[in-house]
């Protein structure tokens, strides 16, 4: 009986193994949300030492060197947030920059003036976080990035919104003439903006001015 009882444990300890590993291997296969955390993955995986592990070195923008010039640049701004966010942050944009071959200054430079580098700013006509996205915009981009949408919550993650407002940043570089086009377009909309080139009337160009004197601080800040 002793045996018996011993085999029995035995088969139902090798059924829960197996059942674990069939749950493990059904879960590597699922589709990835846009809210995982790409950075709360990894910092799991390095022991929740605390530190902020460098970017995979890859693309046109692929100096550890540059990297962390970003982050001190970002700090030298004076946002008040952490010398650990603002390497965080670099981290983020540093992957959605080298995505999608958007120079990571000039999506810095893009946030600063946008929202000071708050996560949690939120303006009149409802465009939410770092890169101050308005939710319709958002909406579509997921789409396009074949991610399932998490809603408006989602857009104050600054991975997610740095993610998002990049490619957005990056369409719009592709699909105007020059670089004072396209931030025209971030600020006011294509829409508006292809409008007004059809007309013949000037851009409005003060925003895009801010955001080239700082992209142009941080290229001459570079060391």
């Known amino acids: 009986m002793r045996k018996i009882n011993l085999k029995n ?17 059904a879960a590597g296969h699922a589709p990835l949300r846009l809210s995982t955390s790409i950075y709360q ?5 390095a022991g929740n030492s605390g530190a902020v592990p460098p970017p995979p070195l890859r693309g046109k923008y692929c100096s550890l060197a540059d990297f962390h010039q970003l982050a001190d640049n970002i700090r030298a701004l004076r946002c008040g947030i952490s010398s650990q966010r603002a390497t965080e942050l670099a ?28 996560s ?6 409802g465009a939410i976080g770092l890169m101050q996205l308005r939710p319709f915009v958002a909406r579509e ?7 399932v949408w998490g809603g408006v919550q989602s857009l104050h993650n600054p991975e997610i919104n740095i993610l998002m407002g ?13 670089l004072s086009t396209a931030l025209a377009a971030y600020n006011c909309g294509p829409s508006y903006v292809r409008r007004r080139l059809r007309r ?7 925003y895009s001015v801010k955001i080239m004197t700082i992209y142009q601080s941080f290229t001459t800040n570079q060391s």
């Open 9 to 25: 444990r035995a088969l139902n300890n090798l059924a829960i193994a197996v059942g674990f590993f069939l749950i493990v291997a």
């Open 41 to 45: 993955a990894e910092k799991c995986a």
């Open 91 to 118: 981290k983020y944009i540093w992957l959605a920059g080298t995505r999608f071959n958007c120079d990571p200054k000039l999506i810095a430079a893009l946030i600063q003036v946008e929202s000071s580098f708050f």
């Open 120 to 125: 949690r700013a939120r303006s009149q006509k």
């Open 141 to 147: 981009l997921a789409s396009r990035l074949k991610t």
């Open 166 to 178: 990049t490619c957005y940043l990056a369409t719009l570089i592709r699909d105007f003439p020059d």
């Open 200 to 206: 013949g009337q000037r851009l409005p160009t003060r």
